[in-house]
């Protein structure tokens, strides 16, 4: 399967750049290019892209609104945003989770990190770069800004013990061979309740899942040493 992605940038030398790089693979092509947020969001629409590689800061609407838009479009259901950005803080990546992003790469990643991140977006993995540290984004994913509805821990209700068990796992920066080992049931098990838990809770993927378990207070975030 071909990776079909949307490069949304303000500045066309690092579009042509990502243009060149992911062309030159064979499961990867480039379908559309996006100057701000707002063309990001047309060209989606327009395109369906399997990701959408979107910087954060543009003129107009930036790159955190543009995820928010394409993430909660049912008609966009299929897409995945991976944010790629010179600002890579906590912060952003928790905004970023916020927004609905599947995943998180500072641009000093490696060509191979590059096209590692788009192949684990586009499966639907999330991806957290190397300088995005899980405590801290935990905490700021803890944090509900005032215009947000509040994520009750009741949404859970419709989880069996072990989809929870499984999620909270998952949230804790578990890989499926790694929840497996843990709960002595094998990868399969555990991505089919992951994956029930994903419908029931109407999560995008399983950025999505760790976003919601934070939120509703099913994992609570790592306190800093003294």
Do not use: W
């Not at 989606?44 to 800061?57: C, T």
Request: with cysteine; glycine share 6%.
């Amino acid at each position: 399967m071909t990776i079909r992605v949307l490069l949304a940038d303000d500045q066309a030398l690092m579009r042509a750049t990502f243009r060149t790089l992911i062309d030159s693979c064979d499961d990867m092509v480039v379908i559309g290019e996006a100057s701000d947020g707002r063309e990001a969001v047309e060209l989606a629409h327009a395109h369906h892209p399997d990701i959408v590689l979107m910087d954060i800061r543009m003129p107009g609407m930036d790159g955190l609104t543009a995820t928010a838009a394409i993430c909660r479009d049912p008609e966009l259901s299929a897409t995945r945003v991976l944010v790629l950005t010179t600002y890579e803080t906590e912060e952003y990546v928790a905004r970023a989770l916020q927004a609905g992003a599947s995943g998180f790469l500072g641009k000093d990643a490696t060509v191979d990190e590059l096209f590692t991140g788009i192949r684990t977006v586009a499966s639907g993995e999330p991806l957290l770069s190397r300088g995005a540290t899980r405590s801290l984004i935990a905490r700021f994913l803890t944090v509900r800004p005032s215009h947000d509805r509040p994520v009750r821990p009741q949404r859970l209700a419709h989880l069996t013990s072990r989809e929870r068990e499984v999620m909270a796992l998952a949230a804790n920066g578990k890989s499926n061979e790694g929840i497996a080992d843990i709960l002595a049931i094998s990868p399969l098990t555990v991505r089919t309740h992951i994956q029930r838990a994903m419908a029931k809770l109407d999560a995008r993927d399983r950025a999505q899942l760790i976003v919601i378990a934070y939120q509703t207070g099913l994992v609570q975030p790592a306190r800093a040493a003294d």
